[in-house]
């Protein structure tokens, strides 16, 4: 167990629709990093947020957001979705402070477009 | 920009039988790297890391990785492989300077033949 927590595990929707995920970071951790994972993509950074603040944005469409809330739970909104968005979303949280690089990944959010 | 190759899409061994996974990463100054299994249907989890020091790591597992400055290479390592070891394997390259974002490859399949 990481100790990140992902919501749900498991979506199926329809395209045109938009969903929510949700993800709380191990406790204490202050950065949170959203990733994609497709079969034809492989993991792809999608956006990160260091206590509440958006630090960085990698391949994001404009149809996805993101947003960081003050009890340091992160939420990622996919909206007007297509049949290309069907893949693992990731959430990852980095330790605050000290040297270590290292990544604690949830156990992913699969969404299924259909 | 930093980048990680892992030119080996699937590799099948039988077990018992040793094994080696390539990586090999671009960027200008020392990386932080690391190497993380993902079995079916989990998150990413992380076998180990190096930041500075002694160029070969041990990890959980049973698992190791040497960093090659010369060779741009991570590669990782196990002397005799378990069935329980079949999964996916990435190797990530973090700059360790700026914005903090971990670049993952594409990963490899690992097949255990009994």
């Known amino acids: 167990d990481s100790g990140v927590t992902q919501t749900p595990k498991h979506l199926i929707t329809a395209t045109g629709q938009r969903v929510t995920l949700r993800c709380s970071p191990r406790?204490?951790?202050?950065?949170v990093y959203w990733y994609q994972q497709s079969l034809d993509q492989g993991l792809q950074f999608l956006i990160q947020?260091?206590?509440?603040?958006?630090?960085a944005k990698g391949n994001i469409l404009e149809r996805f957001s993101a947003q960081q809330f003050p009890d340091l739970h992160s939420e990622l909104n996919l909206s007007s979705l297509e049949l290309g968005d069907s893949a693992l979303y990731f959430c990852?949280?980095?330790?605050?402070?000290?040297?270590?690089?290292?990544?604690?990944f949830g156990e992913g959010s699969r969404l299924t477009v259909l | 920009a930093q980048s990680v190759t892992q030119p080996d899409i699937h590799i099948t061994v039988s077990e018992g039988a040793s094994l080696e996974l390539r990586c090999n990463y671009s960027y200008g100054a020392t990386p932080y790297l690391f190497w993380y299994v993902q079995s079916p249907g989990q998150g990413l989890q992380l076998l180990l890391k190096y930041f500075s020091g002694d160029t070969l790591v041990q990890g959980i597992k049973g698992f190791e990785a040497e960093f090659k400055r010369s060779q741009s290479s991570f590669n990782l390592r196990k002397p005799s492989v378990h069935w329980s070891d079949a999964a996916e394997y990435f190797c990530?390259?973090?700059?360790?300077?700026?914005?903090?974002?971990?670049?993952f490859g594409r990963g490899t399949s690992l097949i255990v033949h009994p």
């Open positions: 990530a390259v973090g700059a360790s300077g700026g914005s903090y974002i971990p670049t």
């Open positions: 947020y260091y206590n509440g603040e958006e630090r």
């Open positions: 990852a949280s980095r330790q605050t402070g000290g040297n270590t690089g290292e990544l604690f």
């Open positions: 406790s204490g951790d202050l950065s």
